[in-house]
């Protein structure tokens, strides 16, 4: 009976690191697609309004 408990208490754990790896590696590849589009977004649309162009400075996408 103690074999078994150890052994789920096992799988839950890795479970669980899975999971928070897995949670992690998807928030960093969505951070980067966001500031690619920014990034993108800022110089298509800069170059034509220098309204733009300036709110892009002020947050770093130029």
Do not use: E, N, R
């Amino acid at each position: 009976m103690g074999f078994k408990k150890g052994m789920i208490s096992i799988i839950s754990f890795v479970l669980f690191v899975g999971i928070v790896f897995g949670m992690t590696v998807a928030t960093l590849i969505v951070q980067d697609l966001y500031k690619l589009g920014a990034y993108s977004a800022c110089h298509k649309w800069g170059k034509k309004k220098p309204k733009v162009k300036k709110a892009c400075k002020a947050l770093g996408y130029w």
